[in-house]
């Protein structure tokens, strides 16, 4: 109920009458039953656009550090992921990252809707990079379909370390669900999920035509900050 009345009648009016994103594919996500929509990530507002465009309710993981702040800001940060239908993940890895996994496949169980971005964080520079096999195996495990997302113009909008966004439009494409049944079986198999999500990411590529770099985002904005010591 909070999370209908913050999409219907407080966040998405408001929200979607100052941006008047545009959007194409709606129709290719289903209306019912488990799906993942696998999305680049170009700024912190993806989250925000992705789940007010889409009539079902979008699910995504986010970190678990934006439900535990303190004071008033906290206290914001928490309400406003809540009502956007965002859950709380330790990124830490190791078992932290199977529990993450294995609430995604609750959720795509109970036939939901999953969000999920392969690269793993928000794109430095608006170029795409390497996806994370995670998605493949979430993809396997739940027998279900992953449609790539594609955010567009979302980083003109809010660059990465700004607070406030810009008012401008930006879009959303929703591209053909994809079908790794032929994989059934195989997500133990790293160089099925490997190949897997270079598929999922080569649709991502083709749908927000970014420049595709081949190596992880992380590793980008690691070697950024080392520089910048």
Do not use: C
């Amino acid at each position: 109920m909070f999370y209908w009345f913050m999409k219907n009648i407080v966040i998405g009016p408001l929200v979607l009458g100052i941006f008047r994103p545009w959007v194409v594919g709606l129709g290719n996500i289903p209306k019912e039953g488990g799906v993942i929509l696998a999305s680049n990530h170009l700024s912190f507002i993806d989250s925000v656009f992705l789940p007010l465009v889409v009539s079902r309710r979008v699910v995504f993981l986010a970190k678990s550090e934006y439900f535990t702040g303190k004071g008033l800001k906290g206290w914001a940060t928490r309400q406003f992921f809540k009502a956007t239908g965002q859950l709380p993940i330790d990124r830490s890895g190791g078992k932290a990252s199977e529990d993450s996994l294995n609430t995604g496949l609750r959720v795509l169980a109970g036939g939901g809707v999953l969000g999920i971005y392969p690269e793993g964080t928000r794109s430095p520079d608006a170029k795409m990079y390497r996806g994370r096999t995670g998605v493949a195996r979430m993809v396997l495990e739940a027998g279900v379909p992953v449609i790539p997302v594609a955010m567009i113009d979302t980083e003109k909008a809010m660059p990465t370390g700004t607070r406030i966004p810009k008012v401008r439009r930006i879009g959303v494409v929703i591209g053909t669900p994809l079908d790794f049944s032929r994989f059934d079986g195989m997500e133990g198999d790293r160089f099925v999920l490997r190949s897997i999500t270079d598929e999922l990411m080569y649709e991502l590529q083709r749908l927000s035509t970014q420049e595709y770099v081949d190596v992880y985002a992380t590793s980008v904005k690691e070697k950024r900050a080392s520089l910048s010591r």
